[in-house]
């Protein structure tokens, strides 16, 4: 049984205000996307990984993957329209390649500071549960946004809450059947593959997520991404 990291690049990330993709900006001296294929490159539990990138942006991502001796990278696809559509053609790119029971962890190019322990968390709920998702607990107050979108009159109860971040893993052939019932449904633009789950009836089981497991959308994020490096550095 094969465990295989999903690596979802396929977005050009308009909040950053930048003409190169996000996942390629350079932060310490490399792009964004290696620091978080160094991550995967390192564990003993990850077999192989498969990038879905954007297009246009794949020889770029051989050159980087080649120049920073990320060996593991066996897969690059194209990526689709939309978030959904590029998991689907990555975890399609697989199912040619590997056994259906293989553990198949999909995480976000964009969040470098995954770590070795909440990659093993995932792996193991997938094991032992089937689609996971990695989380974290909800600390501020939510609200409600109302028919104005200014002002709420409803609150939610934030220990019902749970805020999803990447890994978000599952068996492949469990995953191929999940967006094969997505089309059957016409289900065609979910945020995640949690909500996907959610929304076509499955169970999700959560694992431990990490506040340093950031994702970077914004200029304020790579700020926050340069200062955690640093400080590791020491």
């Keep these: 049984m094969k465990k295989l990291a999903l690596i979802i690049a396929g977005g050009r990330g308009v909040r950053m ?4 993709p996000k996942q390629f900006l350079e932060v310490e001296g490399k792009p964004i996307i ?5 991550q995967f490159q390192s564990m003993e539990d990850i077999d192989a990984l498969a990038v879905v990138c954007i297009d246009g942006w794949q020889d770029e991502l051989r050159r980087q993957a080649e120049q920073h001796r990320i060996t593991k990278l ?7 329209d939309v978030g959904q559509e590029s998991i689907r053609l990555g975890l ?21 500071l995954v770590s070795h322990d909440i990659v093993r968390g995932c792996i193991r709920c997938v094991e032992e549960h089937g689609f996971s998702v990695v989380v974290l607990p909800c600390n501020e107050a939510m609200l409600k946004v109302g028919a104005d979108g200014m002002s709420a009159q409803e609150a939610y109860p934030r220990d ?3 805020r999803t971040q990447t890994p978000q893993g599952g068996r492949l052939g469990d995953l191929i059947a999940l967006h094969r019932k997505a089309a059957q449904q016409g289900v065609t633009n979910s945020v995640a593959t949690c909500t996907l789950c959610v929304e076509l009836g499955e169970s999700v089981w959560f694992c431990d997520g990490s506040f340093e497991n950031i994702k970077i959308t914004t ?8 200062a955690i490096l640093r400080e590791r550095e020491k």
């Design 160 to 162: 019902e809450l749970r």
């Design 219 to 226: 200029p304020e994020d790579i700020a926050v991404l340069r």
């Design 34 to 38: 290696i620091w978080t294929l160094e």
């Design 74 to 80: 066996r897969h690059i696809v194209k990526g689709g």
């Design 17 to 20: 205000g930048s003409e190169i």
């Design 92 to 112: 399609c790119e697989l199912a040619a390649h590997y056994e259906p029971d293989s553990v198949v962890l999909i995480h976000d190019a964009i969040r470098p």
